[in-house]
């Protein structure tokens, strides 16, 4: 299936990409961490659907883990 031109499987790699983007332009750490998980998350399914992209896969998903990790388990630093 294609929209515009671009196959599905390209349009979670290109949605992947704009959540990390956005990830950055985040003020707040706990927002990043959040929507770069959102980001890793689709950029982990962008490498299964690229026939286990291992590569992709396995990082992404260390990235995932280390978010995770800063967002559920590190209590934040009171000023």
Do not use: H, Q
């Not at 294609?2 to 704009?18: K, N, R």
């Not at 990390?20 to 770069?36: D, E, G, H």
């Not at 992209?53 to 800063?70: D, E, G, K, L």
Request: glycine share 6%.
């Amino acid at each position: 299936m294609e929209i515009l031109g671009i196959s599905a499987i390209e349009w979670v790699g290109y949605l992947a990409s704009a959540a990390v983007l956005i990830s950055f332009l985040m003020k707040k750490m706990r927002t990043l961490r959040i929507v770069n998980t959102l980001g890793c998350a689709l950029f982990a399914f962008y490498g299964v659907l690229l026939d286990f992209s291992w590569p992709i896969i396995i990082t992404n998903v260390a990235i995932m883990c280390i978010n995770f990790y800063y967002l559920f388990l590190v209590k934040p630093i009171s000023k």
